[in-house]
């Protein structure tokens, strides 16, 4: 088999990286000019030695950017993106709640609806997908994450409250025709990736992604009648294409398909016989959810170089999505489909070396048809229904113009027009700067305004796994409307083994000026939405960051970030917000033997406390201790340590995550039944308050053959 | 469990550790690979840098996952910025030619170079 894969390997011409990615001379931007250059992290990483950082802080870009490479990736299991978010202090990873097994990032202190999630640079994890979008994206198709602060470029839209995360997937280009991953996981969760990357000639190439994730059982470690994580079986496709013409021209394409299956809660939930009324015998009737997304993709990116050189080119992109969602949780359904449609056409002069700028169209729309039905117990069964089609969508111009003065002087300033049929026109500036007074120490900053619909239901989709009933304006999509300035310093300087040692300082504080609260606090078991109107919402964030190789092959990164965030209630003034953690400590420490045939990882993290909701206070345990005493979460620590070795093609792997066995025991809360168990039926039940690791120590283990392309 | 364990390190050729013995094919393993290290010569070192015409991460990617893997190669260092490759290799096991040709087969335009 593998002689057939190099015969084919070999038979395939061989020329090497004509590039890949498509960004700007400031490293940040688009998808237009770039395609006539180096891909942007090329010459990022300082890559003078044999072993790439697994992250880093980028030197070029214009915003404070944090890299995840691909070493990066592979420091932990990450199965899914949002396991490869677990090194990171800039990034939090949570669940939405502790049934469906939805993650959730937090960046900023602010939830992940407020940042923007870029498949390269196509916005994705819109809307159905934004719950479950970061177990939609398998680890093993990435090449890279990076991870981008406060206010950046205004040319993909300006849906970034707090910051952007673009995704570098496996390139058509790249020259490994075969790649292979299995890994297994002691909760019997296994994955199977496969990526083949061919090129076919001098100008077309591929590159099929394909993924198939699973458990086999769920367990319920606890003892509180609730599975742990859901029973889940996932397919996912993906094939893109890049076409390079000798004129220039390139266009690239692709399609992607998934399909992903959850079941958690009690075991046995049937939606199909479901009952709130209470069963004859207890337990006989469980409660659960059950949910089915499936995802349609297609997208197309085309670059033009005008005249000669690269220096005008105009760009054309468009991605249509399909998303199905049926939702199930005990007596709700909530069934949905959501078709998505992102254009953009763009203009880039780079008049010399100095000044450059882009100027475009740009449009997004999305048809929402959903169909709610919710019957919870306020005194006795209510039901709540709603159903309809809405459209959403917003259209506009932009302009952004770039100053270089050398490597020393960057400024970028953006300007956006758009038309939202919900808000009428917006205008949204942004600005950048970056500024280099000597080589050691860079300076970054940026600000300017986000906005984006809220489609209140999933973006907050703990909701469903509670017996609350809502109220409010849950069904509007508020145009949710913020700003963000922030900067950063850093200090590169000679100190260990490597010339790459730094330390990094950066603040950033959102306000929002318009926003939909959801408000577990407002009234009892009941959760409230409505906008902010006029009172006052803000986070303010400082993290510092230093990295460090002590000696050859041995890499230290520390993160410490600090995080206060605070929200203006109706007849309750200002307060931290709930379930908002203040603070994340982690050390990364990573030691590769010579050749870096052995690779051994290291990750602590230490993970603040937050306020819990008032209906927590008095939540007890099985035994009737009270479990917030001082109505805040304990602070925790998590452990993760994973060996490698590496062979010629192979790499096999194996790690332990949250060594420290550390859970969040307690995440069902309400009214206990007689059989000890809280029961779901009654509007006390909450699934929805989790702030720590619902799983205790997972180990796992997992092989990558790579097949490489050779002459 | 023990010699399972032993067994898979003997196998992956864990660096420079001692392993516990204490069965018999256990220890039996350990000392074949004893006896091939006693049989090598005292080890030297020579050292060569190439120019590569490399252009990207990925080439970096290549070259390591690749060249790292070479018989008698020690050590390695991939510069994509001035585009090099340094390579400390055991002279009694592999020599210039043979790795410059390795690399070659990778795809890449390959001469030996003085410059830093």
């Avoid at chain 1, 963000?484 to 929002?512: Q, V």
């Avoid at chain 1, 602070?635 to 070795?645: F, G, K, S």
């Amino acid at each position: 088999m593998r002689r057939i894969f190099l015969l084919l390997a070999a038979a395939l011409p061989t020329y090497v990286c004509v590039d890949a990615q498509v960004t700007g001379p400031d490293g940040q931007v688009l998808d237009t000019t770039g395609i006539y250059r180096d891909r942007s992290d090329s010459l990022e990483a300082a890559v003078s030695v044999s072993r790439q950082q697994g992250s880093y802080l980028s030197r070029g870009k214009t915003v404070r950017t944090e890299v995840i490479s691909s070493a990066g990736l592979r420091k932990m299991a990450c199965c899914s993106l949002a396991e490869s978010f677990e090194n990171s202090a800039s990034v939090t990873v949570g669940y939405s709640d502790a049934v469906t097994g939805a993650r959730q990032i937090r960046l900023l202190g602010l939830s992940g609806i407020y940042t923007q999630m870029l498949d390269e640079n196509r916005p994705v994890m819109r809307g159905f997908s934004s719950p479950f979008g970061l177990s939609y994206v398998p680890g093993q198709w990435l090449e890279s994450i990076q991870i981008a602060k406060g206010a950046s470029s205004v040319v993909n839209g300006v849906e970034s409250v707090t910051g952007q995360i673009n995704l570098e997937f496996r390139k058509p280009l790249d020259e490994k025709p075969l790649f292979l991953n299995a890994s297994v996981m002691s909760d019997t969760r296994m994955d199977f990736n496969i990526a083949s990357s061919l090129q076919m000639g001098r100008n077309w190439s591929t590159v099929i992604l394909g993924h198939i994730s699973g458990n086999i059982r769920s367990s319920d470690h606890n003892r509180d009648g609730f599975m742990d994580a859901p029973e889940m079986l996932q397919f996912n496709l993906a094939n893109r294409w890049l076409y390079y013409a000798d004129n220039g021209v390139q266009m690239r394409f692709g399609v992607r398909a998934l399909q992903d299956m959850r079941r958690g809660g009690q075991e046995g939930y049937d939606y199909r016989t479901y009952s709130i009324d209470e069963p004859d015998v207890p337990g006989s009737d469980p409660w659960g959810s059950d949910i089915t997304g499936r995802l349609l993709n297609g997208y197309v990116k085309v670059g033009i170089p005008l005249g000669t050189g690269d220096s005008q080119n105009i760009a054309f992109v468009a991605d249509y999505t399909f998303q199905d969602m049926d939702s199930h949780f005990g007596s709700t359904s909530y069934l949905g489909q959501q078709h998505s449609l992102f254009a953009n056409l763009m203009y880039q002069n780079e008049i010399n070396d100095r000044h450059r700028f882009v100027a475009g169209l740009n449009g997004v729309f999305d048809r929402y048809d959903e169909d709610l039905s919710r019957t919870v117990r306020v005194i006795g069964p209510v039901t709540l229904e709603k159903n309809g089609v809405t459209g959403l969508g917003y259209a506009g111009a932009f302009g952004e113009y770039t100053f270089r003065a050398g490597d020393k002087f960057t400024a970028m300033a953006g300007l956006r027009g758009d038309w939202y049929s919900n808000g009428g026109f917006r205008l949204s500036p942004r600005a950048m700067l970056k500024y280099s007074p000597v080589e050691e120490i860079t300076v970054r900053v940026n600000g300017g305004r986000g906005l984006r619909y809220a489609v209140p239901l999933v973006d907050n989709i703990g909701v469903f796994s509670t017996g609350k009933m809502f109220y409010g304006n849950y069904d509007e999509h508020t145009l949710e409307d913020a700003w963000t300035f922030g900067g950063n310093i850093t200090y590169y300087f000679h100190f260990g083994a490597s010339p790459g040692t730094y330390l990094s300082f950066d603040y950033f504080r959102t306000m929002f000026a318009q926003q939909m609260v959801v408000d577990y606090e407002m009234g009892g078991n009941a959760i409230w939405f409505y906008n902010l109107d006029g009172n006052r919402s803000w986070s303010d964030n400082y993290q510092l960051d230093f990295s460090v190789d002590p000696v050859e092959r041995f890499n230290v990164t520390v993160t410490c970030r600090y995080t206060d965030a605070k929200i203006e209630l109706p007849g309750r003034g200002l307060v931290e917000k709930p379930m908002t953690s203040n603070f994340k400590g982690v050390l990364n420490l990573q030691y590769a033997t010579r050749l870096s045939k052995w690779i051994f990882d290291f990750t602590a993290s230490l993970n603040g406390s937050c306020r819990v909701y008032d209906f927590m206070l008095d939540a007890v345990d099985a035994d009737g201790n009270l479990l917030y005493g001082n109505g805040r979460t304990p602070v925790y620590p998590l452990l993760y340590a994973q060996v490698t070795r590496r062979f010629r093609g192979v790499e096999v792997y194996a790690g332990g995550e949250n060594l420290t066995n550390f859970r969040q025991k307690n995440v069902i809360l309400g009214t206990r039944g007689s059989d000890g168990f809280v029961n779901p039926r009654v509007a006390s039940f909450d699934a929805s308050a989790v702030w720590g690791p619902l799983m205790g120590v997972k180990v796992y283990a997992g092989v990558r053959f790579t097949l490489w392309k050779k002459i | 469990m023990v010699r399972i364990l032993i067994s898979v390190l003997a196998f992956l050729s864990l660096p420079a550790m001692a392993l516990p013995v204490s069965g018999a094919s256990a220890a039996g393993r350990v000392s074949v690979g004893a006896a091939v290290v006693a049989e090598k010569p005292a080890g030297k070192s020579a050292e060569v840098l190439f120019s590569v015409s490399m252009h990207c991460r990925n080439c970096v990617e290549k070259i390591t996952g690749n060249i790292s893997f070479e018989k008698g190669v020690k050590d390695l260092k991939v510069s994509l910025d001035k585009h090099t490759v340094w390579i400390k290799y055991d002279p009694s096991r592999t020599d210039e030619a043979r790795l410059k040709a390795a690399i070659e087969k990778l795809g890449y335009d390959v001469r030996k170079t003085e410059d830093e």
